[in-house]
């Protein structure tokens, strides 16, 4: 007998008003959705964008309801179209994280934590070994990704820059603060390197970072163009290589926090309140009301890893 605070059993006719769309139609489209393009949709899912046009249409077709517009501006979502893709999203994550439940039935349950790649490399992945060793029941995956589309799956993510009012649930984890950062060796070589102005003479490393250097150099009043630079895609490529002496970075203070310690990396010097601390990554239970105990447990004790200089101030 069926309890009166249990849900009603939905009967599903194939053929009748409650069919079920195809499975490989929904993803496809919750992935265009997601990436907002239907070429990034056939790059991630490694097939041709004309096969991810043709799977949207056939769902819109059996949906009977436009869920894209195309316009000048490229693809964007109808109404009923980001209503969709929301549930479908979590329809696809519960099945997801269904199917990882029955295969993982005989073993210790698997949370998957995602993190940008910089921060998992720097910081997250020295902290799983004191994790792992207080839950001997759990077990851990780690995704990195510099996209949080990239992240949507996971259990628990840490997240760069400020993403409140755009992912529910998010908590202040971490602040830092951009600073010029250099080898020591510089400071002993030409040419000199004591203030601000002297940065046109030397190659700056630039990265993905909020704040670049033409826009720190404006904010002190130097217009001079850049002589040098070399990009770099990641943040810890990056405080490597300044290490290594292949010129100055701006850089945060927390993820080269082991290398500012150790006297490879140094403050060539004194910079002003612009640099003043901000915070820089979020965490989020992605499964939120519904996130396991494992995840809950990952999340409280991550705060507490976050070195009391670096928390924000909340």
């Known amino acids: 007998m069926q309890s009166k605070h249990s849900e009603p059993i939905v009967e599903l006719d194939p053929n009748g008003p409650f069919g079920l769309p195809p499975l490989n139609a929904l993803r496809v489209f919750e992935m265009a959705a997601r990436l907002g393009s239907f070429k ?117 993510s840490i997240l760069h820059g400020d993403v409140r009012g755009r992912v529910t649930g998010a908590v202040p984890l971490i602040a830092e603060r951009l600073s010029p950062l250099c080898s020591p060796k510089l400071l002993r070589n030409d040419p000199t390197l004591r203030g601000p102005e002297d940065l046109s003479k030397h190659v700056l490393i630039q990265t993905r970072n909020p704040i670049q250097w033409q826009a720190w150099l404006l904010a002190r009043g130097l217009d001079f163009p850049i002589r040098r630079e070399v990009w770099l895609d990641r943040s810890s490529m990056a405080i490597e290589a300044a290490a290594k002496g292949l010129g100055i970075i701006l850089e945060s203070d927390f993820l080269a926090a082991e290398e500012i310690a150790s006297g490879t990396l140094v403050r060539p010097f004194q910079t002003d309140p612009l640099t003043e601390s901000h915070t820089a990554y979020y965490l989020v239970l992605n499964a939120e009301p519904d996130a396991s105990h494992s995840a809950r447990t990952f999340a409280a004790w991550i705060k507490h890893r976050v070195p009391v200089a670096f928390r924000p101030n909340i």
Not at 52 to 62: C, I, K, P, Y
Not at 105 to 128: C, E, F, M
């Open 40 to 156: 990034a949709a056939a790059e991630a899912l490694c097939v041709t964008p004309s096969a991810v046009s043709h799977q949207v249409a056939n769902l819109e077709t059996f949906l009977g309801h436009p869920l894209f517009t195309r316009d000048g501006r490229g693809l964007r979502l109808t109404k009923g179209g980001e209503a969709y893709q929301r549930q479908v999203h979590e329809a696809l994550a519960r099945l997801a994280r269904a199917t990882r439940s029955l295969a993982d039935v005989d073993r210790a349950p698997t949370l998957i934590i995602g993190a940008a790649p910089s921060i998992a490399g720097k910081w997250l992945l020295p902290q799983i070994a004191d994790f792992m060793a207080e839950q001997p029941d759990v077990s851990l995956r780690v995704e990195a990704s510099p996209d949080r589309a990239g992240l949507a799956d996971v259990d628990v």
